[in-house]
C-alpha cells in the first residue's frame, strides 16, 4: 500500500515523433498512476537544442491525447509544478547548480576539446577506461574566477568519488548495484549554458514530487548518477522501475529498419487505440493469466509492476491485429460508423453514398469479417459500386450451365416482390431449389458471384438484401450478358 499521492511522469524529448516504445512508457506510467489514484505528468525534455526538431512538440501531444493518455499536469494542462517544459526551467538549474559547486559536489571545467580528445587517445592506447581525469577538480577558486572573467568555454560536472559501491532497489529488478569507477564525471551543465538530461531530470523529479521514476531499461546506467545527485542534495529519492526492451521478432532491439516504431505509423494504418494499448500493455507485463483482450478501465484495475518482466518483449504485430479485429467487435455499430463515413471521405474508390441506415446494415453483416475499419470498405467494394469484372476461378468452378436460368429465376421471383425482406429473398432461393431439387449452392455461388464479382463474402441473403431489389436485379442482368461459359 503506497501511502504518498503517487506522482509519476512521462519525460520524453520531442525528437520527431512517439517511438512506440515511447507511448508503452507512458502507458505503464499512466496505468501506475490510475490505479494508485495518483497523478500522470508530462514533462518535456527539450534541452538538447541539438536534437531540436520543429513541430515535435505538438505531434507528440496530439500523438499522446489520440491514445487518451492525457496528462493530469504537463505544457498543455498545466499545473502548480510548472512549466513543464525544461527550456522554460533554465534558472531552476542555474540556481541548483550553485549548490553543488559550493559544496565541491560539482565543478567548473575548462578543458578545451583537444585536450578531452587527447585524454581520450592516450587512455584507449593504455587500454584504460575512457575517462575525465579530474583535471579541473584542483583549480583554486582564484583560478576559476580569472577563468570565467576571460569568458573561457566551460562546463560543469558532477564530481564522483572514485571506488564506491552505488546501489539503489530497481523495483522490476531487484537491488541494482554500480561502481563509480566505471562512471565518469558526468557534464551536468553543457557549454552553452543547458544542463544536460541528468542534471535537469533530477532537479525536476524532484521538485515535481515524482514518487516513482518509471522508464526504458536503457536508462539504468545513468540511475547510479541520478542516486548520487539525490544524495548531494540531501533529497529523498523517488524508486526507480526499468521496464524491459522492445524486440524485434528476431531478438534484436526495436529498430525501424524492421518495421514501423512511431505511434503515427499505427494510427495512420488503422489500428484502434484500444487494441493499440491493449497490445501495448501485453509487451513486458501480464495480470498472472493468459487473459488478453484489455478495455483501458480493466488495464487499470489490473496494472501492477511486480508483474512487469525483466526480459525483453518482443514485438509481433500478428497479435496486435487480432487484437485490432477483437475490439473492432466490440463497438457498437454506430461507434463504428462515424469511423467508416470518415474512411468514406478518405477513400479514393468512386463510389455512391449510402445512407447511414444502409451504412449500418453493411457494418452488422460485415463486423465479423474485418479486422480493420477500412476493410468494411476494402473487403467488400460490391456494396459501394457493382462489380466490373467476375473473379475467373469463381466462375471456373462455380458457374454452371444452368446457372444463368437459375438466376433468372430469382431475379423473376424478387421482381414481383415489392420492397422484399430478408426473408423474402431467402425463401425466394429457397423455393426455387427446393422445385428443381437442386442444393442450395447451386444458385447461390452464381448469384454471389453476379452480385459481387468475386466467390467470398457475407451472407447471401445479408448482400441481397442490403443491395435491394433493384440493385441485384440490375447485377443479375449484367452478370448474364458478360459472364459467358
Ligand atoms: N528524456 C528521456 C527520454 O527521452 C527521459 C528518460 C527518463 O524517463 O528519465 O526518454
Redesign the pocket.
Known amino acids: 500500500m503506497i501511502n504518498k499521492e503517487v506522482r509519476v511522469r512521462f ?3 520531442p525528437t520527431g515523433y512517439l517511438h512506440i516504445g515511447g507511448l508503452r512508457t507512458a502507458l505503464y506510467n499512466y496505468l501506475f498512476a490510475k490505479n494508485n489514484k495518483g497523478k500522470f505528468i508530462l514533462r518535456i ?1 527539450d534541452t538538447d537544442r541539438n536534437r531540436y526538431v520543429d513541430g515535435a512538440l505538438d505531434n507528440l501531444i496530439s500523438t499522446l491525447n489520440w491514445a487518451g493518455l492525457t496528462a493530469d499536469e504537463g505544457p498543455e494542462t498545466g499545473g502548480i509544478f510548472g512549466p513543464y517544459l525544461q527550456s522554460e526551467r533554465l534558472d531552476i538549474y542555474k540556481s541548483h547548480i550553485k549548490n553543488l559547486l559550493v559544496n565541491k559536489k560539482a565543478y567548473y571545467c575548462f578543458c578545451t576539446q583537444e585536450r578531452l580528445r587527447d585524454l581520450r587517445e592516450k587512455q584507449k592506447q593504455e587500454g584504460l577506461q575512457t575517462k575525465y581525469d579530474k583535471h579541473c577538480l584542483s583549480l583554486s577558486q582564484n583560478e576559476i574566477d580569472i577563468n570565467l572573467r576571460n569568458n573561457l568555454t566551460y562546463v560543469i560536472r558532477l564530481n564522483i568519488e572514485s571506488g564506491k559501491d552505488i546501489s539503489f532497489t530497481d523495483l522490476i529488478r531487484g537491488e541494482v548495484v554500480f561502481n563509480t569507477d566505471t562512471i565518469d564525471d558526468q557534464v551536468l551543465i553543457k557549454s552553452d549554458g543547458f544542463p544536460t ?1 541528468h542534471f535537469a ?1 533530477v532537479v525536476d523529479d524532484h521538485l515535481m514530487q515524482i514518487t516513482h ?1 518509471i ?2 531499461e536503457e ?1 539504468i546506467s545513468s540511475t547510479p548518477k541520478h542516486v548520487l545527485l539525490y544524495d548531494y542534495f540531501n533529497w529523498e529519492k523517488p524508486n526507480f522501475a526499468h521496464l524491459p526492451l522492445l524486440l524485434n521478432p528476431d531478438k534484436s532491439k526495436l529498430s525501424k529498419r524492421q518495421g514501423d516504431v512511431a505511434v503515427e505509423d499505427y494510427r495512420d494504418k488503422g489500428y484502434l487505440k484500444d487494441a493499440l494499448l491493449n497490445f501495448i500493455a501485453l509487451l513486458g507485463w501480464n495480470a498472472g493469466d493468459d487473459k488478453e483482450f484489455y478495455k483501458m478501465d480493466q488495464l487499470i484495475n489490473s496494472f501492477s509492476l511486480e508483474r512487469v518482466n525483466k526480459s525483453g518483449a518482443v514485438f509481433n504485430t500478428e497479435k496486435l491485429d487480432w487484437l485490432n479485429a477483437e475490439h473492432l467487435r466490440k463497438l457498437t455499430n454506430e461507434e463504428i460508423l462515424n469511423m467508416l463515413k470518415q474512411e468514406l471521405i478518405n477513400t479514393e474508390l468512386v463510389i455512391k453514398n449510402l445512407s447511414d441506415a444502409h451504412l449500418l446494415l453493411i457494418i452488422e453483416a460485415m463486423k465479423e469479417r474485418v479486422s480493420f475499419v477500412k476493410e468494411f470498405i476494402t473487403s467488400c467494394p460490391y456494396f459501394y459500386s457493382e462489380p466490373t469484372e467476375y473473379d475467373e476461378c469463381v466462375i471456373k468452378k462455380k458457374w454452371k450451365e444452368d446457372s444463368p436460368k437459375l438466376l433468372k429465376l430469382f431475379s423473376d421471383g424478387i421482381n414481383k416482390i415489392e420492397n422484399p425482406s430478408k426473408e423474402d429473398f431467402e425463401s425466394t432461393l429457397k423455393n426455387i431449389c427446393v422445385e428443381k431439387n437442386i442444393g442450395l449452392g447451386k444458385l447461390i455461388h452464381p448469384l454471389r458471384l453476379a452480385l459481387s464479382g468475386v466467390g467470398i463474402g457475407p451472407g447471401i441473403f445479408d448482400l441481397t438484401y442490403i443491395l435491394g431489389k433493384e440493385e441485384t436485379i440490375k447485377r443479375i442482368d449484367k452478370a448474364l450478358e458478360i459472364i459467358i461459359n
Open positions: 519525460a520524453p524529448s525534455e538530461y531530470n521514476v522508464r526504458g536508462w
